[in-house]
């Protein structure tokens, strides 16, 4: 089955360590994304990338770094400069279409993550 | 600035009662319009979506939402809750031409017996 996995499902970061959330997918999609969420705010864009080498900054891109070398993975990894960093994040992806079609996200099962 | 409202943080309906989950955007010209639902711990997965056209749209599990361009609204209903459909609900808007999606903060639905 085609999908999305994000791994760990619960990950624990200790003061000043740097983490990383693993996203990979099977849907040969072009478009990949990391949100975070917290209760009562929905989904806040941190990083985006429409294609294999490029990557641009969201709503909330301080403190975290993404890297895209492979169509198929999109790695986050939350620095020691993300003074709080205990949330759920949601990788997603979309395809690369003409009009509403390319904005049609489908989700991994997310990852949280909690400082120790 | 573009938003999306869900003036709901929380709804609780009795099972087989009809429901309706409001959600309002702030945009200068037609978005794409979603609903998305995540259970507890999970992803979102994709109710249904309105581009053009029918502004009455169908979904799955038997929502169906209706797109209002006079009050920029994009209200989902279903006529029968079942207690499967306790989870919270997202309304989503992307704009022409952009990879950029916005979404609400979310409606968690609670289903008593």
């Known amino acids: 089955d085609g999908g999305i996995t994000q791994s760990p499902k619960y990950l624990f970061r200790k003061e000043g360590q740097n983490v990383t959330l693993s996203c990979e997918q099977n849907l040969n999609h072009d478009a990949m994304y990391w949100y975070r969420q917290d209760p009562g705010q929905g989904l806040r864009l941190i990083y985006y990338?429409?294609?294999?080498?490029?990557?641009q900054k969201g709503d909330i891109a301080e403190g975290y770094s993404v890297s895209r070398e492979k169509k198929e993975s999109f790695p986050l990894t939350v620095t020691s400069a993300q003074k709080n960093p205990t949330a759920f994040y949601l990788c997603?992806?979309?395809?690369?279409?003409?009009?509403?079609?390319?904005?049609?996200?489908?989700f991994g099962a997310g990852t949280r993550l909690s400082v120790l | 600035a573009q938003s999306v409202t869900q003036p709901d943080i929380h709804i609780t309906v009795s099972e087989g009662a009809s429901l309706e989950l409001r959600c309002n955007y702030s945009?200068?010209?037609?978005?794409?319009l979603f609903w998305y639902v995540q259970s507890p711990g999970q992803g979102l997965q994709l109710l249904l979506k309105y581009f053009s056209g029918d502004t009455l749209v169908q979904g799955i599990k038997g929502f169906e939402a209706e797109f209002k361009r006079s009050q920029s609204s994009f209200n989902l209903r279903k006529p029968s809750v079942h207690w499967s459909d306790a989870a919270e609900y997202f309304c989503?808007?992307?704009?022409?031409?952009?990879?950029?999606?916005?979404f609400g903060a979310g409606t968690r639905l609670f289903v008593k017996a």
């Open positions: 989503a808007v992307a704009f022409t031409g952009g990879f950029k999606t916005i």
């Open positions: 997603a992806s979309s395809i690369e279409e003409t009009g509403g079609t390319k904005n049609i996200q489908y």
């Open positions: 945009y200068g010209a037609t978005p794409y």
């Open positions: 990338s429409q294609i294999v080498n490029d990557f």
